[in-house]
C-alpha cells in the first residue's frame, strides 16, 4: 500500500468520529468559514487530547501537568464541538443560498 493510501485512511478514520463534516474552503462566507475554522481547530484539540489518553493508558506517556489539565478540560472542549457543530449546521439550513465558491464560479460561467 503506498504512503498516500496510507494517509488517505487515516484521515477517513479521523473523520469518522466527527459529528458534522463540512468543507469550509468552499465558502465565501465570513461566519461559516470563521466559525468552521474554529470548529476544526477544536476537533483537532480533541483528537489530540484523545491520543493522548491513549497513550498514558498504554503507559507509554507520563503525563506533565498541562497534559493533565488537558485532559481534565477534554469534557468542555467536546462541548464546545457540540455546540460549534450545532451552530454551523443550524447556520448551514437556514441560509440555503450561502456564498459558496463552487456555486459562485458556476454562476459566472453561465
Known sequence: MSTHDESQQKQHKKQKHHKFQFDFSTTEDLFISTKGRELRN????????????KQI???ELQPNDT????IQNKDALKNEVSELEALVELYVKSNPNYKRKDVAEETKVA
Open 42 to 53: 477544536k476537533q483537532k484539540k480533541l483528537d489530540k487530547v484523545t491520543a493522548l489518553e
Open 57 to 59: 493508558k498504554k503507559g
Open 67 to 70: 497534559q493533565k489539565e488537558m
